[in-house]
């Protein structure tokens, strides 16, 4: 037997398959992590069996594998094919492809199986022996925890964990070692599962019953897992329809077929509140899969889906590539959020990648969102999805009223603050009607640039061309980009003058003002800055839904998702913030922000209110946002982007140069770009040259990043027959180019910056 087998090393010169013979004492999958001698030397490196045969014809020695590292494959038949897939439309090393399949500490033996150490009675004495041994005459215990312990196993009749021991009585570690010492108590062990913090809170599951459009929607998704032909559907719903509902119903069919699951959510915040509505009502087969796990949570949580412990898999981009091996639906919730897209590479899109697993499984996909992304509604109207519409809330509840503030008139008026009178007047009245409420800005830190007044100089990062934003609790200015920090100056670095002055508000000024308004309400803040810790989006939430703080004050982890009934109010600090970012996307991200935000308030039997501050009460997102109207913004959104040739009517495509040099990365960059020119011209020819609408060089928004210059080549393309070809030249020019100047190929890169 012979094993096709690709080194774990992250290099192009090595990214093939190489042939060892398999030992005849060795039992070998397709699919098996392996060790094997490489290089010179005979050094052991690990690598993964992507095939194996029975016949080979080779007229030079093979090496033999040394070992399996695991008992079982850790990579399914499916996976291999996508791995392959992936390689070759993201132009990515295969290696690394396999690599997003497995919990990254599997390799190089970073992560093992958690042994728990246990205890049972021995055999020697029968219990009650036990006991008046470890009595006086009178019948008193004489070492008292060891006479509980040897109680406690006696009535459980059970083998017990030592920490489960220690969780009753209470500090018996020694008592334990005793016992064993003395021969009454026999120690063993197991594999356990360790398990992610609040996995097993379950939060009460209310049974429902579905209203006629949830009805609709789940017996469209049913009849598409019953074809097994691996449809796409669309699943649009107001916020509060009952979206999740309809998920839980859709898994439950799933599941009572046999198949099994994966549900993506766009923000780890999301996840323990979305774990804990699952875990109700599917109890511990539900696995979850996110970056803020420790190695042995994540490893063991792959290991319970790859060995049929669990089979819904709950979690952000990366379970996509949960190790399913009878997929029946896969769930992308918020499917509209950026946060899909990988920016490491495999650039991969979770959406590209379930839709494939989708159609190699003959699994369903359903895509939901209260504001599907426009690509999505365009497929979805076009015919290429099946669009399923829930247009209303459950019990018929109203969608919340949206007041429009004009800042300018706020301003006019006297008002230099942060709240409008409008909001804190509402504000005043949520409180005393002890309700609660949410306030959105999506800057973090407490104000976003510092400037001289003298001469205008604004404090930049020394490694990104951006400005550095002011965090008052840290007494610091800190880079968003690079996290690089800096002190306060308290003169300006340039003319020397201490006409220091902080512009621009961020969360922390909200929090801060808010706390001089209102000094006896308290405020929860939810940001990159306070959500580091592990856990702290879990506590916080908790804390929020218990009613520990009448006000959530956050960035737009608080937007999408979640569901308090008690909030009735919700403020939108700066409707603005993302409508002036250079991206033909700005638009759509603000109406879909302010339409999830607006989404969190009156959820339950109160009405909810919306307050939406800006300085362009006019403009098209904000207004259709105001009406809950995403069939005009999406007619609105549709037209602009036909008139200015943007997807979906074209392929815009970004190739990123990055290096230390700035004249040179520019020279470089240039000719490269016009080379590129040329060379696409001259494969479409006279006919057609129509279909390249645009490439630009100049460079990039943000100049210098994390230490680096960057430069851009912009390429507009029409979608014709010859797409295919022209993508298959920008690719192999990028990969020809990718060492020499660090070159990165974005198809409709999701951030323009």
């Known amino acids: 037997m012979f094993a096709e087998i690709i080194i774990d090393i992250a290099h192009a010169n090595v990214d093939r398959l190489f042939t060892y013979r398999v030992p005849e004492e060795l039992s070998i999958l397709p699919g098996q992590h392996v060790l094997v001698p490489f290089g010179h030397g005979n050094a052991q490196k690990e690598g993964f069996v992507l095939s194996l045969t029975e016949t080979l014809e080779a007229d030079y020695p093979l090496k033999d594998v040394l070992r399996a590292i695991e008992p079982y494959p850790v990579l399914l038949p499916e996976q291999i094919s996508l791995a392959y897939w992936m390689q070759k439309n993201y132009h990515c090393l295969l290696v690394d492809a396999l690599r997003l399949m497995i919990p990254a500490q599997l390799r190089g033996g970073r992560v093992h199986e958690k042994i728990e150490r246990t205890v049972s009675l021995s055999r020697t004495l029968t219990p009650e022996e036990m006991l008046r041994s470890l009595c006086d005459s009178s019948g008193k215990p004489r070492a008292k925890k060891q006479h509980e312990v040897v109680k406690l196993l006696s009535e459980s009749g059970l083998e017990m964990s030592v920490a489960d021991i220690n969780a009753f009585l209470g500090g018996a570690s020694s008592a334990i070692g005793a016992l064993i010492r003395r021969g009454y108590l026999v120690e063993n062990g197991h594999v356990t599962f ?11 599951d209310k049974t429902v019953a579905l209203n006629a459009a949830q009805q609709s929607a789940v017996a469209a998704v049913n009849e598409a897992m019953a074809r097994r032909d691996g449809s796409t559907l669309l699943l649009h719903g107001v916020t509060g329809s009952g979206k999740t509902e309809v998920y839980m119903r859709c898994i439950e069919a799933c599941l009572r077929s046999g198949r099994e699951a994966i549900v993506l959510v766009p923000e780890i915040s999301l996840t323990p509140q979305t774990v804990g509505r699952f875990r109700a009502r599917f109890s511990d087969e539900i696995a979850v899969l996110h970056s803020r796990l420790s190695a042995g949570e994540r490893f063991d949580e792959w290991r319970r889906i790859r060995l049929g412990r669990a089979r819904v898999a709950v979690g952000a981009r990366s379970a996509i590539f949960a190790p399913f091996s009878a997929l029946g639906l896969i769930i992308i919730d918020e499917e509209h959020e950026a946060s899909y897209q990988s920016e490491t590479a495999p650039r991969y899109h979770a959406a590209e990648i379930a839709l494939r697993r989708a159609a190699e499984t003959g699994a369903a996909l359903l895509l939901g969102s209260a504001t599907p992304s426009l690509l999505s509604y365009f497929r979805a109207t ?72 003298a001469c205008g100089k604004v404090i930049q ?30 003169r300006c670095p340039d003319c020397g003058k201490p006409f220091i002055k902080y512009f621009g508000i961020g969360t922390e000024q909200v929090e801060e003002q808010l706390r001089r308004l209102f000094p006896d309400v308290r405020a929860l803040r939810m940001d990159t800055d306070t959500m580091r810790k592990k856990g702290a989006f879990d506590q916080t939430l908790s804390a929020f839904s218990r009613g520990e703080a009448q006000v959530l004050i956050g960035t737009q982890m608080i937007a999408k998702g979640h569901d308090f009934p008690n909030v009735t109010l919700v403020g939108v600090v700066a409707a603005d913030a993302t409508l002036c970012i250079p991206d ?167 951030d323009m910056l």
């Open 194 to 204: 360790r398990r992610p913090d609040g996995a097993g809170e379950a939060i009460a």
């Open 382 to 453: 076009s015919g290429r999805y099946q669009l399923l519409t829930l247009p209303e809330r459950v019990m018929h509840r109203p969608m919340p009223e949206v007041e429009i503030v004009d800042m300018r008139q706020e301003f006019l008026a006297g008002n230099n603050g942060i709240f409008s009178q409008r909001l804190q007047k509402l504000l005043r009245e949520c409180f005393s009607d002890g309700r609660q409420a949410m306030l959105f800005l999506n800057r973090r830190g407490y104000s976003t640039f510092v400037s001289c007044r």
């Open 461 to 490: 990062c020394e490694n990104c061309d951006i400005s550095m934003t002011y965090h008052k609790n840290a007494g610091l200015l800190r880079c968003h980009f690079c996290g690089a920090s800096a002190p306060i100056p308290s």
């Open 584 to 750: 033909y996307r700005s638009t759509e991200r603000t109406f879909q922000l302010l339409t999830q935000v607006a989404g969190r308030a009156g959820r339950d039997d109160n009405p909810g209110r919306v307050v939406v501050q800006t300085y362009n009460p006019n403009h098209p997102a904000i207004r259709f946002a105001k009406n809950h109207d995403y069939p005009g913004f999406f007619r609105y959104e549709l037209a602009e982007r036909r008139k200015a040739l943007f997807p979906p009517y074209t392929l815009f495509l970004r190739l990123l140069f990055s290096g230390p040099d700035e004249a040179a990365l520019a020279e470089s960059g240039e000719r490269y770009g016009r080379a590129l020119e040329a060379a696409l011209l001259d494969l479409l020819g006279s006919e057609g040259r129509q279909d390249l609408l645009m490439l630009s060089c100049s460079p990039a928004p943000i100049r210098k990043k994390q230490g680096s210059y960057r430069y851009q080549v912009l390429i507009k393309l029409l979608r014709t027959k010859r797409t295919a070809s022209v993508l298959r030249l920008i690719y192999d020019f990028e990969a020809a180019h990718r060492n020499e100047l660090f070159a990165l190929l974005e198809v409709n890169p999701q």
